[in-house]
C-alpha cells in the first residue's frame, strides 16, 4: 500500500487546450465525476461551456489577458510553475505558496494543425501562424514532470484515461504517466521536425548541418531481413500506397524488393516494362510491347536468380498472364 502512494496520482485540476475538439464530452464527464478543476482557454473554453461544463478561462485563473491576438496565454509562470513543480519538492511547494500558485495535474493539448496547413494552403504568413508555442511548452512540461502530471496529446488517448480513472478512483498510475510522457516528447519531436524540414524546404536548404527524419508506423513486419530479426515500416503518410490483395504478411525483404522493382519498372516505357528482383538485385528487365513476351524475356534473363523474386509490370496484369 505505501508504494502504490507514492506511484499514485490524484486529478484535481485540468488543463485543456485542443484543436481537435471531438470526444470532449466522455473526457469532461469523468472529470466532474471527480470534481476536477477544468482550465482553458480560446476555442476550447467555448466548446466546454457549449457542452455545459464548468470551467475557468486561462486569463482568469493567470489574471493575465491573453495578449498579441493569443500568441500569448498559456505562457505563464502560474501555469508552468503549476504543472512543473514537484509535489515531493519543499522548494517547490514553498515557491507555490509564496506566489499563490496550484498545481496543474492533468494537461489535454494537441497542437494547431501544422501539417494539415501545409497541405492546404502555400500562404507562408498562414503556415507560420499555425506553428503552435503554448501547447508543445505545456506538453514538454507535463511529460517533464511525469511524476506527478498526465499529460494527453491525442483524442485517442481519452478511452485510456477514462479507464485509469475509473479503475483508480480519480487517480492515475506511474506506469501510465510515464507511456504517455514518452508519447508526448515523441509527438513534440515530430512536431518540430515538420517545422524543421518546412524551413529547410524554403530557404533551398538541401544539407542543414542536422536533417531530422520523422516517420509514421504503418505496420510492424512479420520479420527483418533474417526470421530472427524484427522490422516496421514508416511512412510521411499514416499508411503505404499499396494494397496487398491476398497472401502472407510481408517482410522486410518483400518491401525493399517491391520498392526496388517499382523504381525501375517506373522508369521503363509505358505499358511494355516487366522487372523481377530478387534482394534487392534487379535479374530480369524486359520491355517487349507483347506482355506474354516481355515477362518470358524478364525470367530468361537469369532465372534460377528469379526463383522467389518479386515481379512488377508497369501494365496490367490480365489472367492469361497471371
Not at 471531438?22 to 476536477?36: C, D, S, T, Y
Not at 476550447?44 to 491576438?69: A, R, Y
Not at 501555469?79 to 505558496?97: C, P, S, T, V, W
Amino acid at each position: 500500500m505505501g508504494n502504490n502512494k507514492i506511484i499514485m496520482r490524484k486529478i484535481r485540476t485540468a488543463l485543456i487546450s485542443v484543436s481537435d475538439k471531438r470526444n470532449l464530452k466522455p473526457l469532461l464527464n469523468i472529470l466532474k465525476k471527480n470534481k476536477v478543476k477544468i482550465i482553458s482557454s480560446g476555442g476550447t473554453f467555448k466548446e466546454i461551456k457549449k457542452l455545459k461544463f464548468n470551467c475557468i478561462e486561462v486569463s482568469e485563473f493567470t489574471n493575465s489577458p491573453e495578449i498579441l491576438g493569443g500568441r500569448v496565454k498559456t505562457l505563464h509562470p502560474k501555469i508552468h510553475a503549476g504543472i512543473l513543480n514537484k509535489r515531493q519538492n519543499k522548494l517547490h511547494l514553498k515557491d507555490l505558496r509564496v506566489n499563490n500558485f496550484e498545481n496543474i495535474d492533468l494537461v489535454v493539448v494537441n497542437f494547431y494543425p501544422f501539417e494539415n496547413t501545409l497541405k492546404n494552403t502555400n500562404n507562408h504568413d498562414k503556415i507560420i501562424e499555425n506553428i503552435d508555442v503554448g501547447g508543445p511548452t505545456m506538453v514538454r512540461s507535463a511529460a517533464k514532470n511525469y511524476k506527478d502530471v498526465v499529460v494527453i496529446t491525442s483524442s485517442e488517448q481519452y478511452a485510456e484515461l477514462i479507464y485509469e480513472l475509473n479503475k483508480y478512483k480519480g487517480s492515475t498510475s506511474l506506469h501510465f504517466r510515464e507511456k504517455l510522457s514518452r508519447i508526448a516528447f515523441t509527438e513534440t519531436g515530430y512536431y518540430d521536425s515538420i517545422i524543421s524540414n518546412y524551413f529547410n524546404k524554403i530557404t533551398n536548404t538541401n544539407f542543414p548541418k542536422k536533417k531530422v527524419l520523422h516517420g509514421n508506423l504503418v505496420e510492424i513486419l512479420r520479420y527483418g531481413e533474417n526470421p530472427h530479426q524484427e522490422s516496421g515500416i514508416y511512412s510521411k503518410k499514416s499508411k503505404m500506397d499499396i494494397k496487398q490483395i491476398h497472401g502472407k504478411q510481408l517482410s522486410y525483404n518483400n518491401y525493399n524488393d517491391i520498392f526496388a522493382a517499382l523504381i525501375i519498372s517506373k522508369s521503363l516505357p509505358k505499358n511494355t516494362g516487366t522487372v523481377i528482383v530478387k534482394h534487392a538485385n534487379p535479374c530480369g528487365v524486359s520491355i517487349k510491347k507483347n506482355h506474354l513476351e516481355s515477362y518470358k524475356s524478364a525470367i530468361a534473363c537469369d532465372p534460377v536468380s528469379a526463383y522467389g523474386g518479386i515481379v512488377s509490370c508497369n501494365f496490367k496484369i490480365n489472367k492469361y498472364l497471371a
